[in-house]
């Protein structure tokens, strides 16, 4: 799965410390080639997660656990843009009134096939 299978849970799990349920996006695709198709791919992605948050798609896994906030992590492969970046910080500060954090950064191994 990955940024492109915009209706699909990546990963998902939980922070034990901080009793957080944390959703991973896997980014695999180089930002040298259309750039605005690959922003609103991973807008539609990060969309989705908040719509599985908020209708609480999450209780099909953790049937009646009680969670104290969300992290949505995006681990990209390349390094991402100035425009992702201005995207994702703008976004950030959506997501923090919802009580979903937001993480991302470039994985340091970039070995593998796209």
């Avoid at 990963?11 to 896997?26: A, R, Y």
Wanted: charged share 35%; aromatic share 14%.
């Amino acid at each position: 799965m990955s940024v492109k299978d915009t209706g699909k849970i990546d990963g998902m799990g939980i922070d034990e410390k901080t009793n957080t349920l944390v959703f991973l996006i896997i980014d695999p695709y180089d930002w040298k080639v259309q750039e605005y198709e690959h922003l609103k791919g991973l807008q539609a992605k990060i969309n989705n997660y908040v719509k599985y948050i908020e209708t609480k798609g999450y209780e099909s896994v953790y049937s009646g656990k009680n969670f104290d906030g969300f992290r949505i992590e995006i681990c990209f492969k390349y390094q991402y843009t100035e425009n992702c970046e201005k995207f994702l910080e703008a976004g950030r500060k959506q997501l923090t009134e919802r009580n979903i954090k937001l993480k991302y950064g470039v994985d340091k191994d970039k070995t593998g096939d796209t």
